[in-house]
């Protein structure tokens, strides 16, 4: 069956330095990728895209990589700020259109000053 | 534009109660999602529609849910009867075809159901 993973302990680090979250995914060919960033009480918000055929896309502080080959997305925030914390979600379609997104369950990360 | 609107924003009725969840997308977005999110499972999808039409409702938990988008810029999500396994978040959500950004979802800020 499809599957896509997230860890789903939080994950906590310090001010400054790089968070990386982890996507994997099982059964899924996806056209794309997505992360989006959820805070508490409010609906998901759009980060990044990447596509199938794209290795790294870039936005300001964040990194996403997409290995379709090890079926893996992993997602940077370099130079963490305590205003980063939240729950990250990562998302796959197969249609490659915008339609029936599956998101992974969210890693909750924790920015400590 | 406003982006997604949803309403209410906190619904709390008693089992057996009918629920109806209201959504805006945003103006000239195509697609309409409906999601469910709760602690153990997540986000799901539950149905979305394409130009005010069904496409594909297999996240529908059972007969008990029903969603209709009568025109491009209203679409409801009813629950009857409710019951208290049905309390979640409840999430609205659109997208463009053609627009900038047209492969993101934009999502309302949800409806928190209680089902007592």
Redesign the interface.
């Given at each position: 069956s499809q599957k896509i993973e997230q860890n789903s302990e939080a994950l906590n680090i310090q001010e400054g330095k790089t968070a990386t979250l982890t996507c994997n995914y099982t059964n899924y060919s996806p056209a794309?990728l997505?992360w989006y960033r959820q805070d508490p009480?409010?609906?998901?918000?759009?980060l990044l895209?990447i596509r199938e055929n794209e290795k790294e896309k870039r936005k300001e502080r964040l990194k996403v990589t997409f290995d379709t080959t090890l079926k893996q997305s992993l997602f940077h925030i370099t130079a963490s700020q305590p205003a980063d914390s939240a729950t990250y979600?990562c998302a796959l379609?197969t249609t490659g259109?915008?339609?029936?997104?599956?998101?992974?369950?969210?890693t909750r990360l924790q920015v400590t000053l | 534009d406003a982006g997604v609107i949803q309403s209410p924003r906190h619904e709390v009725t008693e089992m057996g109660q009918e629920v109806t969840l209201r959504c805006k997308p945003i103006s000239g977005h195509d697609y309409l999602f409906w999601y469910r999110q709760t602690m153990m499972r997540g986000l799901e999808l539950l149905i979305y529609f394409n130009n005010n039409v069904p496409i594909d409702d297999s996240g529908m938990p059972e007969d008990r849910f029903s969603a209709k988008m009568p025109n491009a810029s209203f679409s409801t999500l009813k629950i009857q009867p409710s019951e208290p396994r049905d309390s979640a978040v409840y999430f609205c959500a659109s997208s463009g075809t053609g627009l900038a950004g047209e492969e993101t979802q934009y999502f309302g800020p949800g409806t928190r159901l209680l089902v007592l």
């Amino acid at each position: 069956s499809q599957k896509i993973e997230q860890n789903s302990e939080a994950l906590n680090i310090q001010e400054g330095k790089t968070a990386t979250l982890t996507c994997n995914y099982t059964n899924y060919s996806p056209a794309y990728l997505q992360w989006y960033r959820q805070d508490p009480g409010r609906g998901p918000v759009f980060l990044l895209l990447i596509r199938e055929n794209e290795k790294e896309k870039r936005k300001e502080r964040l990194k996403v990589t997409f290995d379709t080959t090890l079926k893996q997305s992993l997602f940077h925030i370099t130079a963490s700020q305590p205003a980063d914390s939240a729950t990250y979600l990562c998302a796959l379609d197969t249609t490659g259109t915008a339609s029936k997104l599956t998101f992974g369950t969210g890693t909750r990360l924790q920015v400590t000053l | 534009d406003a982006g997604v609107i949803q309403s209410p924003r906190h619904e709390v009725t008693e089992m057996g109660q009918e629920v109806t969840l209201r959504c805006k997308p945003i103006s000239g977005h195509d697609y309409l999602f409906w999601y469910r999110q709760t602690m153990m499972r997540g986000l799901e999808l539950l149905i979305y529609f394409n130009n005010n039409v069904p496409i594909d409702d297999s996240g529908m938990p059972e007969d008990r849910f029903s969603a209709k988008m009568p025109n491009a810029s209203f679409s409801t999500l009813k629950i009857q009867p409710s019951e208290p396994r049905d309390s979640a978040v409840y999430f609205c959500a659109s997208s463009g075809t053609g627009l900038a950004g047209e492969e993101t979802q934009y999502f309302g800020p949800g409806t928190r159901l209680l089902v007592l």
